[in-house]
């Protein structure tokens, strides 16, 4: 006989870590950089352009002092070997100077048939743009420039010079590869920063709380997919907060559903020998049948009621959350004799036990399935009953009020009690399976079942009201109420 192969337990998922390149890490990395080299490439035309205008200003000044070398010299006269030399050293072809309106020339060049292209500096009008440096960057080779500016050695209106512009593009070209370095670099080192700080406050706690919901989505009872608060006061902390209560709430709900599985299954077990103990009460009941006692002619019809309804439960097997409740038929059902069959079953009446007083007139009706209608108020009876009888310090008989109203087009029927009421620590759960029971002998599933039961009719049955001198619960069914009467008269009735 082959050994039976040993379950294998679901992978776990893998610690927190950084995912490349399409983990969230790699994004806000590679995001950070390119957002902080676009900020800082914003600041390389202003920066070129200031450049330029340093450059353009320097050459400016040399030719200024270039010029003033007639003025010093013997006779006023500069020989050709010197005019060179001081072209040549300020960089420039000609020089001219204007002053009160006349233009004269200081050096002269050569002539070209190209005419310069203008560049004037004097008090930024019209000045340079920012496309300036990048125009004399990708302009044409050989190009010859004429600058005007404001003179600071002499009396003059302005100072210009003519030359090639070949040694600023050289300038250029050179200034804008140092700041696209520095951009680079700086952008890089913010970039890794600002990714740094984000990661520590936001990535590695997202994470954190990433990796828990996959351990716990794997094995919900490891304690390592409990996510243990940071204490935080933003969004990060109160998703770990809802995080944890959340995965509270599922524990809770998986131990209800795992204990509501054992008990489908004992009921599965037990249902057979049931049946046969109900076949044989049935039999007996024919047999009681055959008498012509008036007394068992009397009661014998609610003992095959109560037979036929058990033989009924335990055929289906209608175990809370094993089995699926069956669909209910709807029907005109008169809601006074209901409530009668419901209090004999839930035990109300008798010597000074609880009283129930029934304002539901004989002609009313309700639309139900009267199975499931006689279960939802057999639970709220007895439970109404029962919270009395387990009051410890009582001044006044026990009394359950039962009254029927319409309510946009809604049969509401009401049960009320002068019981303790309902404690605030149960409301919250008071219709959940096996947490809505105060008493330590009690199930929980009586109010969770008629839940159940009245949502399938597409009503609803909630707490109502609940104050220490007792509960009101309230059941609301499809359909206003159906009076075959001429006139509403409550009946009266106590059991």
């Given at each position: 006989m082959a050994d039976a192969p040993t379950p294998q337990e679901p992978p776990r998922p893998e610690r927190p870590r950084f995912y490349w390149p399409g983990g969230l890490s790699a994004r806000l990395l590679i995001l950070t950089i390119l957002f902080v080299a676009f900020g800082g490439g914003l600041a390389i035309p202003p920066a070129l352009l200031a450049f330029e205008k340093q450059w353009l200003l320097d050459q400016v000044r040399a030719a200024e002092l270039a010029s003033l070398a007639p003025e010093v010299a013997p006779d006023r006269v500069v020989s050709e070997q010197l005019k060179t030399q001081l072209l040549e050293g300020a960089g420039v072809e000609i020089v001219s100077i204007s002053r009160d309106g006349i233009r004269s020339l200081v050096f002269s060049g050569p002539r070209t048939e190209q005419a310069p292209y203008l560049i004037d500096l004097r008090s930024r009008a019209p000045g340079l743009g920012f496309s300036a440096p990048f125009q004399t960057l990708f302009g044409p080779e050989g190009r010859r420039m004429r600058v005007m500016a404001e003179p600071r050695f002499r009396q003059a209106d302005f100072v210009e010079f003519v030359a090639r512009d070949t040694e600023l593009k050289s300038a250029l070209a050179e200034q804008l590869r140092r700041l696209v370095l520095i951009v680079a670099f700086v952008s890089t080192i913010a970039g890794l920063m600002v990714y740094l700080t984000l990661a520590y406050f936001l990535v590695r706690p997202m994470q954190r709380i990433t990796y828990a919901m996959e351990r716990f989505r794997a094995d919900p009872e490891d304690p390592e997919a409990t996510v243990e608060p940071s204490g935080r006061r933003d969004e990060i902390g109160r998703a770990e907060a809802e995080l944890g209560r959340m995965q509270a709430d599922l524990r809770a709900a998986l131990n209800s559903r795992a204990r509501l599985a054992a008990l489908g299954e004992a009921v599965a077990k037990i249902n057979h020998d049931l049946k046969n103990m109900l076949t044989s009460a049935q039999i007996a009941s024919e047999r009681l049948a055959a008498l012509k006692d008036p007394k068992v002619s009397q009661a014998l019809p609610r003992l095959e009621r109560a037979l036929d309804r058990a033989v009924k439960l335990a055929t289906e097997v209608l175990t809370y959350g094993k089995t699926e409740e069956t669909a209910p038929e709807p029907r005109e059902?008169?809601?006074?004799?209901?409530?009668?069959?419901?209090?004999?079953?839930?035990?109300?009446?008798?010597?000074?036990?609880?009283?129930?007083?029934?304002?539901?007139?004989?002609?009313?009706?309700?639309?139900?399935?009267?199975?499931?209608?006689?279960?939802?108020?057999?639970?709220?009876?007895?439970?109404?009953?029962?919270?009395?009888?387990?009051?410890?310090?009582?001044?006044?008989?026990?009394?359950?009020?039962?009254?029927?109203?319409?309510?946009?087009?809604?049969?509401?029927?009401?049960?009320?009690?002068?019981?303790?009421?309902?404690?605030?620590?149960?409301?919250?759960?008071?219709?959940?399976?096996?947490?809505?029971?105060?008493?330590?002998?009690?199930?929980?599933?009586?109010?969770?079942?008629?839940?159940?039961?009245?949502?399938?009719?597409?009503?609803?049955?909630?707490?109502?009201?609940?104050?220490?001198?007792?509960?009101?619960?309230?059941l609301r069914l499809p359909g206003a109420p159906s009076k075959t009467s001429a006139r509403r008269r409550p009946a009266k009735s106590s059991a």
């Amino acid at each position: 006989m082959a050994d039976a192969p040993t379950p294998q337990e679901p992978p776990r998922p893998e610690r927190p870590r950084f995912y490349w390149p399409g983990g969230l890490s790699a994004r806000l990395l590679i995001l950070t950089i390119l957002f902080v080299a676009f900020g800082g490439g914003l600041a390389i035309p202003p920066a070129l352009l200031a450049f330029e205008k340093q450059w353009l200003l320097d050459q400016v000044r040399a030719a200024e002092l270039a010029s003033l070398a007639p003025e010093v010299a013997p006779d006023r006269v500069v020989s050709e070997q010197l005019k060179t030399q001081l072209l040549e050293g300020a960089g420039v072809e000609i020089v001219s100077i204007s002053r009160d309106g006349i233009r004269s020339l200081v050096f002269s060049g050569p002539r070209t048939e190209q005419a310069p292209y203008l560049i004037d500096l004097r008090s930024r009008a019209p000045g340079l743009g920012f496309s300036a440096p990048f125009q004399t960057l990708f302009g044409p080779e050989g190009r010859r420039m004429r600058v005007m500016a404001e003179p600071r050695f002499r009396q003059a209106d302005f100072v210009e010079f003519v030359a090639r512009d070949t040694e600023l593009k050289s300038a250029l070209a050179e200034q804008l590869r140092r700041l696209v370095l520095i951009v680079a670099f700086v952008s890089t080192i913010a970039g890794l920063m600002v990714y740094l700080t984000l990661a520590y406050f936001l990535v590695r706690p997202m994470q954190r709380i990433t990796y828990a919901m996959e351990r716990f989505r794997a094995d919900p009872e490891d304690p390592e997919a409990t996510v243990e608060p940071s204490g935080r006061r933003d969004e990060i902390g109160r998703a770990e907060a809802e995080l944890g209560r959340m995965q509270a709430d599922l524990r809770a709900a998986l131990n209800s559903r795992a204990r509501l599985a054992a008990l489908g299954e004992a009921v599965a077990k037990i249902n057979h020998d049931l049946k046969n103990m109900l076949t044989s009460a049935q039999i007996a009941s024919e047999r009681l049948a055959a008498l012509k006692d008036p007394k068992v002619s009397q009661a014998l019809p609610r003992l095959e009621r109560a037979l036929d309804r058990a033989v009924k439960l335990a055929t289906e097997v209608l175990t809370y959350g094993k089995t699926e409740e069956t669909a209910p038929e709807p029907r005109e059902v008169p809601l006074a004799g209901a409530i009668e069959m419901a209090a004999e079953e839930a035990r109300l009446g008798g010597q000074g036990g609880v009283k129930l007083t029934c304002e539901v007139a004989k002609a009313d009706q309700v639309r139900a399935d009267p199975d499931q209608l006689h279960r939802i108020l057999v639970n709220l009876l007895r439970n109404a009953r029962e919270a009395i009888e387990h009051q410890e310090v009582r001044t006044d008989p026990g009394r359950i009020r039962v009254w029927l109203k319409q309510e946009g087009g809604m049969s509401v029927i009401r049960v009320a009690d002068n019981g303790p009421g309902i404690p605030e620590r149960l409301r919250e759960r008071l219709f959940q399976p096996f947490a809505g029971s105060g008493r330590p002998d009690g199930v929980g599933l009586g109010l969770a079942i008629a839940r159940e039961l009245a949502q399938a009719h597409g009503g609803d049955l909630m707490l109502a009201q609940s104050t220490p001198k007792g509960a009101v619960f309230e059941l609301r069914l499809p359909g206003a109420p159906s009076k075959t009467s001429a006139r509403r008269r409550p009946a009266k009735s106590s059991a």
